[in-house]
T-cell receptor, first 116, second 115 residues
């Protein structure tokens, strides 16, 4: 079974609108971490935001926020006031356990296109 | 500048010709990992290393080898490449384990084509 599921292969959004990228995860470990990465067309992986399973508040980093719903096992990325430069591939990833298997498990990705 | 350096960025090779993709980090990270990225599959872990001389298999290790003789270097070796190893490869490092303050730092990627 997929540990990380991103159900939106592609999304098209008008510039300046907010956008939500979906991510659901599957784990039985009470301690885990959730990450979002951005991959522009140049190919590099850029870390955006992190949410720990015990964090009481939703993570925020500038225009990025993570809508963490633990009971639903979802960790959606919200980008406010989208910009043309936000067009990229976005990956959700999970680390299980404090020491765990020492790896991030990635979802399939969502390609976001911002239209002017 | 803190970074993970992969070389080469692009490589086209023929089936069966041994190759090595180098990875070096200058952040004194204990933890290093290799991933491959394929369309529709996201990134999948090939091998990882928790410290010098400590390596272990990830999810897709077949056809690959790694070594960690020095803390900064973690080369990926394809002894006999095959076309199904055509992919985009990423090296990543962190202070173990990856977390919000110790998130992975990724290299720029190596696009490998095996013909």
């Amino acid at each position: 079974a997929q540990k990380i599921t991103q159900t939106q292969p592609g999304m098209f959004v008008q510039e300046k609108e907010a956008v939500t990228l979906d991510c659901t995860y599957d784990t039985s470990d009470p301690s885990y971490g959730l990450f979002w990465y951005k991959q522009p067309s140049s190919g590099e992986m850029i870390f955006l935001i992190y949410q720990g399973s015990y964090d009481q508040q939703n993570a925020t980093e500038g225009r990025y926020s993570l809508n963490f719903q633990k009971a639903r096992k979802s960790a959606n990325l919200v980008i406010s006031a989208s910009q043309l430069g936000d067009s990229a591939m976005y990956f959700c990833a999970m680390r299980e356990g404090l020491q765990g298997a020492q790896k991030l498990v990635f979802g399939q990705g969502t390609r976001l296109t911002i239209n002017p | 500048e803190a970074q993970v350096t992969q070389n080469p960025r692009y490589l086209i090779t023929v089936t069966g010709k041994k190759l090595t993709v180098t990875c070096s980090q200058n952040m004194n990270h204990e933890y290093m990992s290799w991933y491959r990225q394929d369309p529709g599959l996201g990134l999948r872990q090939i091998y990882y290393s928790m410290n010098v001389e400590v390596t272990d298999k990830g999810d897709v290790p077949e056809g690959y080898k790694v070594s960690r003789k020095e803390k900064r270097n973690f080369p990926l070796i394809l002894e006999s490449p095959s076309p199904n190893q055509t992919s985009l490869y990423f090296c990543a490092s962190s202070f173990a384990p990856p977390s919000g303050t110790n998130g992975y730092t990724f290299g720029s990627g190596t696009r490998l084509t095996v013909v």
